[in-house]
């Protein structure tokens, strides 16, 4: 598919073999992701049967068949799908809407399953184990804190106790005065 888009940029091939082959894509890819892929996906599910697996299977492929349509059907009815009054159930439109809808719609809860699950599965590397000789270590580096603190709040009040007596200490042309008087 890939490929074609760069042939109809380039012009590459003729418009009616790109045309083909585009078609013929779409049509193998939907066959694949809509009728192959249920039918495997049935046949793992019930392969642990030892009878019948292919009949289980069968009939798990036509549940999916049957929910699917059971699904277009309610789309033509709240007209949320493509117009299906030219085209049919199985026309090539319907299966790439009906695609895409389950598409994003698995796709935003994968994303969303995975934005909470990882970082829930890689805290644990982040995490370690504490000890009590860690806990100690901190508690010993906390009471250090606190002293520092508390000799740093002394020489900050002493300074100002200085402060405060140089400037409220009469000079000594005040003295005199006040003895005169």
């Known amino acids: 598919m890939f490929e074609l888009i760069i042939f109809e940029i380039l012009g590459a091939l003729e418009t009616s073999s790109r045309y083909f082959h585009w078609k013929f894509n779409l049509y193998v890819i939907l066959l694949v992701l809509i009728f192959v892929v249920p039918f495997y996906i049935g046949y793992f599910v019930v392969s642990n049967i030892r009878l019948l697996k292919l009949l289980f299977a069968c009939v798990v492929w036509f549940t999916f068949m049957y929910k699917d ?43 969303g399953f995975g934005a909470v699950n990882c970082p829930y599965t890689y805290m644990s590397y982040f995490l370690r184990n504490v000890t009590e000789s860690d806990i100690l270590a901190l508690e010993r580096r906390l009471l250090q804190t606190m002293d520092m603190i508390i000799s740093k709040k002394k020489r900050i009040a002493m300074t100002r106790r200085q402060m405060y007596h140089v400037t409220t200490s009469p000079t000594r042309s005040e003295n005199i005065l006040h003895i005169i008087v």
């Open 69 to 111: 349509w059971i699904v277009t059907v309610i789309g033509i009815e709240c007209n949320i799908m493509f117009n299906l009054c030219t085209s049919g159930i199985l026309s090539i439109e319907q299966l790439i809407s009906r695609v895409g809808v389950i598409g994003v719609t698995l796709m935003a809860l994968l994303s």
